[in-house]
């Protein structure tokens, strides 16, 4: 039995696809003003993607100001919202491991709780919310 693979270059192709599919550098310049997120996703992709699945339905209660959005039909997205609701970003998460998504929610700053109906302190309910660099410490307030 003989099995056929493709050329190399196609080979080296899509393993660079791949690792860009599943790596998501923020932009903080873009992300300014991040506020919250949504992730969108419809139940028939989910029963194929058990990674975005797992994340989807064990991990999003933990986090605060992240929710999930069922729309039919929509590939799994994390929606990143500014202050105001506009859409900051788009993230598609098809491709990543829970971990990975995981590991990007809590680089965008947002906060896990220990359990999902733990209050969320209070330097936290902003969170993913960043002071601007040049806002001047107002802990006098």
Not at 118 to 123: G, I, R, T
Request: net charge negative; glycine share 4%; proline share 11%.
């Amino acid at each position: 039995m003989r099995i056929l693979l493709p050329p190399p270059p196609l080979l080296l192709l899509l393993a660079a696809l791949a690792a860009a599919a599943t790596t998501f550098r923020p932009d903080w310049n873009r992300l300014h003003g991040l506020a919250r997120a949504r992730v969108e996703t419809c139940g028939g992709q989910l029963n194929r993607l058990k990674e975005v699945k797992a994340f989807v339905t064990q991990d999003i209660p933990f986090y605060h100001n992240l929710v999930m959005k069922h729309l039919p039909g929509a590939d799994p997205e994390l929606v990143l919202l500014g202050h105001r609701s506009e859409e900051l970003e788009r993230i598609p998460l098809s491709e990543m491991t829970r971990e990975e998504i995981n590991a990007l929610v809590q680089e965008l700053g947002f906060y896990r709780k220990a359990a999902p109906d733990e209050p969320v302190p209070l330097e936290y309910l902003r969170a993913p919310a960043r002071p601007a660099e040049d806002a001047p410490d107002r802990a006098d307030l």
